[in-house]
Every structure is written in C-alpha cells, then in structure tokens.
C-alpha cells in the first residue's frame, strides 16, 4: 500500500499531455505559481499594514502631554481635534511648509485614551465586513483582477495621506480612514479564494493556497519590525503610512500587468498546464456565469462548520496582532523598537511552519492516509487547540520576555495550520463559488470580531494590570476551543451537487487522478 502510494505520487510529478509541444511536469513552476506568488504579495502587504497600526499607536499616543494650545490663533477646537492634542510648539510652525506637511520633525503626538485606541483599531472592521458579501459577488461576475488592483490602489493612497488625517482631522478622521480602509480590503479575502477556486487543483491546493495565504503571517513579521524601526527613525510614524502607501501602489500595478483570472483567460499557459488544471477542478464554461445559488449556500451544513471556525480564528488573531503589543509594552515592558522586533518573531516562525502543514497536508490527501474531510479536520486541530491552551499559559506564566516570547512562538507555529483546514474548504466544497463563500464566512467572522478590541477595553480598566489582561486571553482561548469543536463536528469536504453540473465529489476526483496517471504510465506515456 505504501509504495502504491509512492508511486502515485510520483507519477503526478511527471504527467504529459501530448498536445502540448513542450514538456510540462507538475512538480516544476508553472502559470499558477506564478498567480499565487502575486496573491501571496497583494496579502503580505494588506496584512503588513493591517498590522502595523496597533504599535504605530505606540509612537503616535502619548497620554502624559501637557494640553498645549499653539497660540491665541490656532487653539485646538475640540469639534474637530476632540481628544487629541498635538505636540507642536510656535518654533515648530515657523518651519514653514514641510513641517506642515508632516515631513520633518518634530512629529505631533496624541491624548487618545486607550479606549479611543480601540476604536481606530476596531473601525477598519467595521469597514471590512461591510464589503464583504459583495466583494465576493464582484468577483464572481467580474474577476478578481481588477477588484483587487482596485482595493490596493486605493489602500495606496488612503496610507499615504494618512498622517494628514490623524493630524488635521483628528481621531474622528482617522477612523473614517480605517473604515475606508477596511471597505477596499474586504475585496482582497473573496477575490483571492475566487481565483484559487480557478489555479489550484486537488493535490496541490494546500501548497498553493497555503503559500499565498503565508502572506498574513509574513504580513506581521515585515510590518511589525518596520513600524519599530520606521517610527523611532527621523521619519517617525509619517513616514511609516508614506512607506506602506508606496509599497502598496507597486503591488497594485504588478496585479494590474500580471494577475488573471484563469488559466482560460492567460494568454502565455501552455495548454498541458491549462487542462491539468480545468480537468482536476472542473470548472463550468468561463463564458458561463450561472447565478449564484444562494439557498443552496446558505443550507449547506459544512458552510456553518467553516463560519463557526473563522470567528475562532478572526477572534484569535486580533488579540494576537491588535493586543499583544500593547501587553507586551505595559505589562512585560518592551519598547517600541523591541517591541516590533519581538512581536514580530512568532509570526516569522508562523511563516516557517506554513510551509510543512501545507506540503503534510496535501501529502496525506494524495496518498490517500486521510480523506480530504479528516485532513481539513486535522489541520483545523493542529491550529486551535495548541493556541487555545498557550493563551490559557500565557495568562498565567512569569511576565518574562523570554518565556512569554517562546509561548508566542508556539502559539502561532500552531496557529497557521487552519490555513490548510477550514480556510480552503470552501474550495473543496465549492470551487465556483468558493470566493462568495469565503466571503459569507469572512463577514460574519469579522462582524463577530470586531467586539474583540471593544472587548479588551472594557476589561482593561487598568492596562498596566496582568490579571485584568486574564481576561482577554481567556475569551480567545474559550472561542478557539468551542468553535473547533464545532468544526470537527459539522466539516465536510464533499464537492456540493450544486457546484457544478459534473456533480464530481472530491474523492471521486482523486480517485479520477490516480487512475488517469496509471493509465499514461501503462501507455507509454510517462
């Protein structure tokens, strides 16, 4: 049985088609690494200036600021500046121009309350799951390629011209820039899972969208450390929103000139590359939009496995990226530049990990250990239960960097393995419309996790006080244990009748695979 399996397993890396003129190997690179690489960095950069913005406010909030008033002429109007007072003396207006631009220093600082903080971080939520139910129907009639150009343009300029929000408009502006904010990056999740849905076939769906969805974890370990670094240097944290408005746009316009659709619309694909990839998937006429079936969506059990499972995970990673800086700041007592540093080190090795459960999952769904189901299962496991009890630790162990850091690392080495759980399994179930579903799970996931930073502020009374932060590590291990339960319950990784017409069940695909394989390699040609 196990060298059957291995030998399966080579087979797919040396499968030929003989239209082709050239030779096309699985295992080598092809047009739909191509795609997913360019996913991978849309994601990296969304998510690194996701999560920059709970230690920016490290450096751009000092609560210890005298209540200055500039001069008799620009008194700070309480409509419009409400609770923030800038740190700009009558020296620093005369430097004319620049200055009041933000691109020299000294750089204002803010009275912002902890719970006003918790606002800011909380309405790029709100802003993200509005968009999401019809960023996910965007790209099923459209294409994900210019809904995802557009969503990182307009994060360009939203970064860039941030610092003037948060200086002239106050915290009211500045939250009305993260709603906007959170509204484009909502497109970028649907658009994403609606393209996998046409690039990634069965057996190396984990890989490839494991590796593309890598770029959240990478996301944090970039803009964690650039934020330190970036705020504490003579830009300070204007210059850190110019940065991502920059990196940003370039993104943009790499999606803009190599990103498509499908493998039916690339006009460069071989086409051995194009049929291994619409056979294994069996993806409808690309001419062909049926409409999207809703009741069929909406009363399909496994879609409430993988809902119930993204709230544990969305709850999760806010507390992760949104409150541990601020823990480790005041209660462990890291400064800013340490601060992103070691924050940022679990969810390097996050990235890391990404890399084996990827390849161990699709390992035991090619060679046929697991079923598709109990591999999505597994995965799903290996990714909350650990986290769940490392948050539990986490409550309670010694306030020392080093331990606290290592518990991190664990925590989320663990974590990144429901990527390649409930998080492709939309996929399995529905690979035409996988970006609608991921875009139903993805609002209510973040609909209920946007009460996770409002949460935090009302136990956090007193953020300087461990046992209040007890609190807030409980509520995510609770939800990270509940709601796996429940996906382990209800999961199915069953190709939905209403998918597609072939009405062709995931293991009937495999099973479809390995029998093709064979039969080239009796025929002489492998």
């Known amino acids: 049985m196990v060298n059957e399996s291995k030998n399966n397993d080579e087979m797919f890396s040396k499968i030929k088609h003989p239209e082709d003129d050239g030779d096309f190997k699985v295992s080598g690179w092809g047009y739909r690494h191509q795609q997913c690489l360019i996913l991978f960095f849309a994601l990296t950069t969304a998510y690194s200036m996701r999560a920059c913005m709970g230690v920016a406010l490290v450096a751009m909030v000092d609560n210890n600021l005298p209540e200055l008033t500039i001069d008799e002429n620009h008194v700070a109007n309480d409509s419009v500046f409400g609770q923030h007072i800038a740190n700009i003396t009558n020296d620093s207006l005369r430097d004319g121009f620049l200055h009041s631009l933000l691109f020299v220093p000294p750089y204002p600082q803010f009275k912002w309350s902890k719970k006003t903080q918790d606002i800011i971080l909380s309405s790029f939520f709100w802003g993200y799951m509005l968009l999401q139910i019809p960023a996910g129907q965007l790209a099923y009639r ?40 959170g509204l484009t990056q909502a497109c970028i999740i649907p658009g994403m ?12 769906r984990g890989r490839l969208a494991g590796w593309a969805y890598g770029g959240q974890a990478l996301g944090a370990v970039l803009g964690l450390p650039i934020t330190g670094f970036v705020a504490s240097s003579p830009l300070g944290w204007p210059g850190l929103f110019r940065f991502y408005g920059i990196l940003t746009g370039i993104i943009g316009a790499v999606m803009l000139k190599f990103g498509v659709d499908s493998p039916a619309k690339h006009p460069k694909i071989s086409s051995a590359e194009r049929r291994y990839i619409e056979e294994r ?55 800013i530049k340490a601060n992103g540093l070691l924050t940022a080190l679990p969810f390097l090795c996050m990235w890391v990990t990404n890399f084996f459960f990827s390849w161990f999952t699709d390992m035991l769904i090619v060679k046929k250990i697991l079923s598709v189901r109990n591999t999505r299962r597994l995965a799903n496991s290996l990714g909350y239960f650990p986290a769940a009890l490392g948050m539990i630790a986490l409550a309670y162990l010694p306030k020392n960097i080093y331990i606290v850091e290592t518990l991190l690392i664990i925590i989320c080495s663990f974590s990144i393995s429901a990527h390649v759980g409930f998080q492709i399994n939309h996929i399995d179930i529905s ?96």
Not at 150 to 174: D, E, H, I, K
């Open 281 to 335: 998937l069996g993806n409808d006429n690309e001419n062909k939009k049926n409409p999207i079936p809703w009741s069929s969506i909406l009363t399909c059990p496994g879609m409430y496995a993988i809902i119930i499972a993204h709230i544990g995970q969305t709850w999760g990673q806010l507390t992760l990226y949104s409150e541990v800086p601020a823990f480790m700041d005041k209660v462990v007592g890291v400064n």
């Open 193 to 204: 899972h609606t393209m996998f849905g046409k690039w990634t076939p069965l057996e190396e």
């Open 142 to 181: 459209y294409g994900a390629r210019y809904l995802l150009t557009t969503a990182l343009f307009t994060n360009s300029v939203l970064s860039f011209c941030f610092p003037w929000a948060a200086f002239y408009g106050g915290w009211v502006l500045t939250m009305i820039f993260r709603i906007v904010q």
């Open 431 to 526: 690979p035409n419309y996988s970006g609608t579903m991921m875009s139903i799970s993805n609002f209510v996931s973040n609909l209920v996790g946007s009460c996770s930073p409002l949460v935090a502020a009302y136990f956090l009374t007193d953020v300087t006080n461990e046992f209040l932060w007890r609190k807030v590590f409980f509520v995510a291990a609770g939800l990270y244990f509940f709601t796996n339960v429940i996906y382990l319950i209800f999961a199915t990784a069953e190709r939905a009748e209403w998918d597609s017409t072939k009405k062709m069940s995931i293991d009937n695909e495999l099973e479809l695979m390995v029998k093709e394989s064979k039969k080239q390699c009796n025929d002489g040609k492998v």
